[in-house]
């Protein structure tokens, strides 16, 4: 398909780049992790935003029929504004020369595409959420336009950063239209330039999961690469996330009290709110001594280059497990090495995305299922693993089960709290030419003195892990406990999986060097 099918066309930085050193792995990397932007190496510019417009306002779309996820209407029914802006995004550079016109189609054709960026819920349609409903409206016209606000030259990547995230704050919300924000930011020359530019975009967490993310950072390379050279871009047919959310809402519908999935979130209930055992989230959750007002610590760094995680995915298949059980025994022990308790229970994600219609969709395709893993049995770790891979097993199943349907029943509406996430990006579209792109998936800031949360990413050079957590003056034991989880997982990696489980966690440990964002 020809991109000009899609639309017809229209009309050096300041900071060197970080490198995430371990002591236990070998070389130093570049990050595709998933943090703040503050956090990015970000090369000052000329910044322009890019804004969504349409015809109409959306209080004049068409009222569409299908319905909301339970997701989405579980956001809009909260009383008043959110608290807090919660957005996901990404930052990548593009290697072609910046062309202002061809880039405006190119991210009108990215927003086209997706018909999760031309709809929204209207929740004043019958008044307040509790007094009525919500709905949704749709932007039925064939194009969205761009508004082009040059914001001008920032020639410090700090300032550029800290205004990106200020101007993704303010305007980015499930309560209002446009979900998504583009910023290009231009070289002052092309002498500077070296035929590259700057691309960062983020939307409301109702639009996009990590692996839209992902996609996006492809497909506007893809778009702005075949509008700029005359090339064809192959798009495939893509499912919206609309259609997606009637089958969220047939599934949970058909879901009553007595349903297992319902039963599994109810075990959790002894445990608000779903923190995994007693000592971590005391400690973690005391709100005493908290910097900047409850704004969490970001992390983030490889826990295993490339050949500890191909030795560790070769033991894994040896005893018949993934290096996803692998990892996430690893995080059992480590549990267990922190509180002593051999229950580790945790809240984890997982994708959605079961038809193929839905595989390179924008959208949030996110559900969440809780995970138990017990390893009072266990001698060795292929023992721990066995434990993981059936923990994981039931866990897959739950998260079938929209987790606000869930809640629904049980009366209640507690946030996870204690949330692991693993993802295996080897085989995102473009995901080979990250480094080259330096690009990165970005998460707005985040206030909690309660909530801990990790991302490990399988990529090709290795296993990634990005956190946040609360900054407490007992917050190191999350420090101990990612500690933990990497050596376990180096430790399995160079000595196999037969081991007792107190050799794993019995060696002496040399600090990991961290990136903070607070």
């Known amino acids: 398909m020809r991109t000009d099918a899609l639309h017809p066309r229209s009309p050096k930085g ?18 595709m992790k998933f943090t703040e932007i503050s956090d990015y190496p970000l090369d000052g510019g000329i910044a322009t935003e890019w804004i969504p417009t349409a015809v109409v306002s959306p209080s004049q779309w068409q009222v569409d029929t299908r319905p909301l996820s339970y997701e989405h209407e579980a956001i809009l029914r909260q009383p008043g504004s959110p608290a807090r802006p919660s957005w996901l995004g990404a930052v990548f550079t593009i290697a072609h020369r910046y062309d202002p016109e061809v880039f405006d189609v190119a991210i009108r054709a990215w927003l086209c595409r997706h018909e999760a ?11 307040e959420p509790a007094a009525g409903g919500v709905i949704r409206r749709t932007y039925r016209e064939a194009r969205l336009g761009l508004r082009r606000h040059v914001v001008g030259h ?6 550029l950063a800290r205004r990106l995230t200020n101007m993704f704050d303010a305007s980015l919300s499930a309560h209002s239209w446009p979900h998504v924000r583009v910023v290009s930011i231009s070289p002052l020359s092309s002498v500077d330039s070296d035929d590259q530019f700057t691309v960062v975009f983020a939307a409301d967490h109702l639009v996009m999961d990590a692996y839209s993310i992902m996609l996006s950072i492809n497909e506007i390379q893809q778009f702005y690469r075949g509008m700029l050279l005359d090339e064809e871009v192959e798009v495939n047919p893509v499912g919206s996330h609309i259609e997606f959310s009637s089958i969220d809402r047939e599934t949970g519908g058909a879901v009553t009290p007595d349903h297992p999935t319902v039963a599994a979130w109810d075990g959790f ?8 055992h007693d000592r971590l989230p005391t400690e973690i959750g005391r709100p005493h001594q908290t910097n900047d007002g409850g704004r969490q610590i970001g992390y983030s760094e490889y826990i295993a280059d490339g050949d500890q995680a191909r030795a560790l995915n070769t033991h894994a298949r040896a005893v018949g497990v993934s290096t996803q059980a692998a ?41 969440l299922a809780p995970l138990h893993i017990e390893l009072g049995s266990a001698a060795t770790f292929v023992d721990a693993c066995s434990a993981a891979a059936s923990g994981l097993g039931v866990a897959r199943v739950h998260s079938r089960v929209p987790y606000r349907r869930v809640t629904e029943l049980l009366g209640a509406c507690s946030a996870p709290a204690f949330v692991v996430s693993y993802l295996d990006l080897r085989r995102v579209p473009g995901a080979s030419e990250w480094p080259a792109r330096r690009a990165q998936a970005l998460r707005s800031e985040a206030y909690s003195d309660r909530e801990v949360y990790l991302w490990i990413g399988r990529v090709d050079d290795g296993l990634t892990l990005s956190a946040r957590y609360p900054a407490t003056d007992s917050a190191g034991l999350v420090g101990e406990f990612i ?16 081991m007792s ?12 060097e961290t990136t903070r964002t607070a």
């Not at 300041?14 to 990050?31: I, Q, T, W």
């Not at 500690?483 to 037969?498: H, I, P």
């Open 14 to 31: 300041s900071r060197a780049a970080p490198r995430y050193r371990d002591k236990h792995v070998k070389g130093a990397f570049e990050v």
């Open 117 to 127: 960026f031309h709809t929204i819920g209207d929740r004043t349609a019958y008044g």
């Open 154 to 159: 920032v020639p410090d990547g700090t300032e």
């Open 269 to 276: 209930s002894d445990l608000p709110p779903l923190l995994p």
């Open 327 to 367: 990892v996430f025994a690893a995080i059992a022990l480590a549990c267990q090495g922190v509180t002593g308790d051999h229950h580790t229970r945790l809240v984890m994600p997982w994708h959605t995305r079961h038809e193929s219609r839905f595989l390179t969709s924008v959208g949030w395709y996110v559900g």
């Open 483 to 498: 500690d933990l989880v990497g050596e376990t997982l180096r430790v399995a990696a160079a000595e196999g999986f037969e």
């Open 501 to 512: 489980l107190d050799q794993y966690i019995a060696r002496d440990r040399v600090p990991i």
